[in-house]
């Protein structure tokens, strides 16, 4: 894809140094052969062409390619470089060569041409699109480039397969002087800035995850789709609307294979699933499915999944999504029904919805009956999604219009919030009444928007009242709670818990309205009260009920929040394992959360990367924008304390544009809690205090700031007592010193202000409170990260005080720590004062950590474990081949032997 004028080339760097170094052997007199293959839109030739424009001040330029229609004729592509000479060389309307003429006559022609080409500078030739160039051309080119000798010649040939072409061009045997070049996807950094310079504003990360995942990165796949909606992309990918320029150039180039292999790749749209050659050769009846499909899969139309069965899939949605437009669609119609007639339900009545034109009540009450025996068996994904064909099939139309808010109600409260907002159209178009109101309530949820869902859940649970339907009543009321709590009205969340309370009907709606119970009840009294109305939850999470996992997150999150850190990682760890889905709250990705600053307390920093990777990837299929904008947060925090200013930054970035979406504000709280959290790791105490001091004024976050007082409090604390502030120092240090505690985190952070507080008057009695912090039983978990930063502190005073041994010890200890942890600016800081003192010592392991990705840090940190490469791939939900990988780049970059030295220095950097 050529560059649109006025924008950036993006991307790319690895393959412009690979044409680069290309280019320096070949104006010294070493001729290289550079070969660019990749998919149809991949930017071949946009990445040429740019580099074409910056070596055109030193080379010369020859660029030759077919033209159709006339590219089928022998020799027509040469000819035309040969009549062009050494100027702007295409294939323009020439006489074809004779058919005398042979390949060795015109490749001593090519010969000629380069070698009068390089007589004043070096040459670069480009064959682009050499994929449709004709056999003879290629042949003579080939011919004249395997006679180079100490030519000044680059040679770079574009094309969709590059082991082809170079078969035949007659150019295997020039491997050792060539270079390939396959041209993938842009990487998500590389689509982030692509869109973002299109479009000329930013994007929220989710949004670029789909686009990328819809697209895989393909230039021309990204250009259509922001073309397509004026640079205002949707959330969801499958929302995409394929224009009709894109399924026209998809089509166009689908129709160039031959037809038994665009059989198959039609065949793969209308499936859209990937499809083995058994089933492909039935539905296509023929027996030549396997060598018709590997014409695909060389030129990357399609891909073969490892599988016992052979089995191929397309490449990316949006491909799948460009070719079913550009099928007509009574073909695709007949393979619809085709499909329908092979395959088993539920498949089956998916194909034959797909191909009705008119209402069918059979197949309608078919998917009903499925939808209800899905439902009772707790698959409410499957239901719904028979709910929703039903809609589209059913004649009777109060029928159609049930299935449709059921199935909305479905996908939100099982884990399909972006699915369930593809039919907002759809609802918003219902006839008024308390189910269309609770549906929009709960696409209100699904987007972030509390304040508007609380108002239809309110309207549709009074309606429901007024009509006796309590039971439906009750399950508006819980998730009515959900929206309430998430406001902060505690006394309203209350209230309503309790009216879904007394009129649920089943263990789902209990288990939601007990846990909104409970976290009203906390932002009232604070987590230790709400942790108490959770008493009679078995020990063991295991036996919790999966109808209570949000009760079982909760109470994980209240016992972070009282200080017993173990208990709270054991709660969230399990519930995030569950794959039970009830209603809106139960989520994989919000147990996770809240498990990452228990880990981050607990000094198991590699651990929270882990697990914040994996509630990214979890997030970014069924994720809400709460999910992202909390996880987003965290990154900064962690981006923070480990010295990434800059990344914490882009973080913060992405959580404020998360929150312009939100319409209450709690986003705005915990935001300015981490504004202030990240002003703190930097050293800036009057930012932290600016950052967060109005927002824990602010009357409306009261319930709030209560509820999460010991995650920003004691920063606050500390903040205001360096800052000379110590009337509000000692108003933190009342507020934290009321609260229950129920591990050690909660003393601790009390010494660790009182200590700040005391410093400012009286050192020795600030060391004193610090020596009693540290000092705190590790009940509930130790917080090793507080801990080391109040160490820090208490090394600092006992080196002013004159105490350097004791100074030294502290320091050491929390060096390790910082170390250990990634706390960088930390421990930089210990470094500093023990340079003072004359003591400081290399950290091990401190470059080579400094070396790794997020990602290769995760896979590092469980090979210090033990861990085998299959246990690595099932934890971080990556495949084997892509952990191989991934060590592979540690070994490499390291200069690390194997697995056993880098164990070893995982395990020295971690002491």
């Known amino acids: 894809m050529d560059e649109s004028r006025g924008h950036r080339f993006i991307g790319r760097t690895e393959e412009l140094r690979t044409l680069r170094n290309a280019a320096r052997m070949a104006a010294r007199g070493i001729p290289r052969v550079v070969t660019v293959s990749g998919a149809t839109g991949m930017g071949k030739t946009a990445l040429v062409d740019h580099f074409a424009e910056m070596a055109a001040k030193e080379f010369t330029v020859l660029r030759a390619w077919d033209v159709p229609p006339k590219a089928d004729l022998p020799f027509y592509t040469v000819t035309g470089l040969l009549a062009d000479g050494a100027g702007h060389l295409s294939a323009h309307e020439h006489e074809p060569v004779g058919p005398q003429s042979s390949v060795l006559d015109i490749g001593g022609a090519v010969i000629d041409l380069l070698d009068t080409s390089q007589e004043t500078s070096p040459v670069l030739f480009w064959l682009d699109d050499a994929h449709r160039i004709d056999l003879e051309s290629l042949q003579s080119i080939g011919f004249a480039l395997l006679r180079q000798d100490a030519e000044r010649i680059l040679t770079v040939i574009c094309t969709q397969h590059a082991a082809r072409t170079e078969q035949s061009m007659g150019l295997p045997d020039l491997v050792p002087e060539s270079d390939r070049i396959q041209l993938t996807g842009f990487t998500p950094s590389e689509t982030r800035e692509f869109v973002e310079d299109r479009t000329a504003r930013p994007h929220s990360e989710a949004r670029l995850r789909s686009l990328a995942v819809w697209s895989h990165g393909n230039p021309l796949f990204l250009e259509a789709a922001i073309g397509a909606y004026g640079g205002k992309l949707p959330d969801d990918p499958a929302a995409i609307r394929v224009p009709s320029s894109l399924s026209d150039a998809v089509g166009a180039w689908s129709r160039a294979f031959p037809p038994r292999s665009l059989a198959i790749l039609n065949m793969l749209a209308v499936l859209d699933t990937p499809a083995a050659v058994p089933l492909l050769s039935l539905l296509l009846d023929s027996d030549s499915v396997g060598a018709d499909a590997e014409i695909l899969v060389e030129q990357h139309a399609a891909t073969w999944v490892p599988d016992q069965v052979p089995t191929l899939h397309l490449v990316h949605v949006g491909q799948r999504d460009a070719l079913y437009a550009a099928i007509p669609r009574p073909e695709r119609n007949r393979m619809h029904l085709r499909a329908a007639a092979l395959l ?126 309590l039971a439906q009543a009750a ?183 998360l929150e312009a979406s939100a319409d209450f504000s709690g986003p705005s709280f915990h935001l300015a809690a981490t504004r202030a959290t990240v002003a703190f790791a930097a050293g800036d105490f009057e930012e932290t205090i600016a950052a967060l001091a109005p927002a824990v004024d602010e009357l409306a976050n009261t319930g709030r700031s209560r509820l999460y007082s010991v995650r920003h409090m004691p920063l ?42 005391a410093a400012a008057d009286d050192p020795a009695a600030g060391a004193a409170a610090y020596e009693e912090g540290l000092a705190v039983p590790p009940r509930g978990g130790d917080p090793v990260a507080y801990k080391a930063l109040m160490r820090q502190d208490l090394g600092a005073l006992l080196m002013e005080a004159g105490e350097t041994e004791r100074a030294r010890e502290h320091l050491r200890t929390a060096e390790k720590v910082f170390a250990r942890l990634g706390a960088e600016p930390y421990r930089q800081q210990c470094g500093t004062l023990l340079e003072d003192a004359g003591t400081a010592a290399p950290v091990a392991g401190a470059d080579f950590w400094e070396t790794l990705t997020d990602r290769e840090r995760d896979v590092a940190g469980l090979v210090a474990l033990g861990w085998t490469n299959r246990e690595i791939a099932a934890r971080l939900y990556l495949s084997v081949k892509t952990v191989e990988y991934h060590l592979g780049n540690i070994y490499a970059r390291n200069d690390i032997s194997g697995r056993r030295e880098l164990r070893d220095l995982m395990q020295s950097r971690q002491m």
Not at 499 to 526: I, K, Q, S, T
Not at 740 to 754: F, K
Request: charged share 25%.
């Open 344 to 469: 088993e339900p539920p498949a089956a009545w998916r194909h034959r919805v797909a191909a009705t034109e008119t209402y069918d009540a059979s197949l309608a009450d078919d998917l009903r009956g499925a939808a209800a025996h899905e439902a009772r068996a707790g698959h409410a994904a499957l239901a719904a999604d028979h709910l929703v064909a039903s809609s589209q099939v059913d004649p009777d139309s109060r029928r159609r219009q049930g299935a449709l808010l059921l199935a909305v109600r479905l996908q939100v409260t099982g884990g399909q919030p972006r699915t369930a907002q593809r039919h907002e159209d759809a609802v918003l178009r219902t006839s008024p009444g308390p189910q269309r109101d609770e549906a929009l309530g709960l696409l209100s949820l699904a987007k972030g928007r509390d304040a508007l869902a609380s108002t239809y859940l309110s309207l549709a649970r009074d309606t429901y009242t007024a009509r006796g339907d």
């Open 475 to 657: 399950y508006a009321a819980a998730e009515l709670g959900v929206a309430k709590g998430s406001l902060g009205l505690g006394q309203e969340a209350l209230s309503t818990s309790e009216f879904a309370l007394r009129h649920a009907a089943d263990d789902v709606v209990r288990g939601l309205a007990e846990a909104n119970r409970a976290y009203a009840h906390a932002l009232l009294g604070g987590p230790g009260r709400g942790l108490s109305h959770l008493d009679h939850l078995p020990e063991l999470p295991a036996r919790v009920p999966a109808t209570h996992t949000d009760t079982l997150i909760y109470r994980g999150l209240f016992r972070a929040l009282s200080g017993d850190l173990t208990g709270a990682v054991s709660d969230l760890s399990a519930a995030a394992r569950r794959r039970e889905l009830g209603v809106s709250r139960i989520s994989s990705v919000t147990a996770l959360t809240h498990s990452l600053w228990c880990l981050l307390a607990l000094g198991e920093w590699d651990e929270a990367r882990r697990n914040l990777s994996v509630a990214l990837d979890i997030a970014h299929t069924t994720g809400r924008p709460a999910d992202f904008f909390n996880l987003h947060c965290f990154i900064a925090t962690l981006h923070a304390f480990s010295g990434r200013s800059e990344a914490a930054r882009d973080a913060l970035r992405e959580a404020l544009s």
């Open 716 to 757: 606050l604390g500390v903040a205001s007592a360096r800052t000379g502030d110590l009337d509000r120092a000692r108003s933190v240090l009342n507020e934290l010193e009321a609260a229950e505690p129920r591990g050690a985190l909660v003393p601790v952070v009390v010494h660790w202000v009182r200590g700040a507080i």
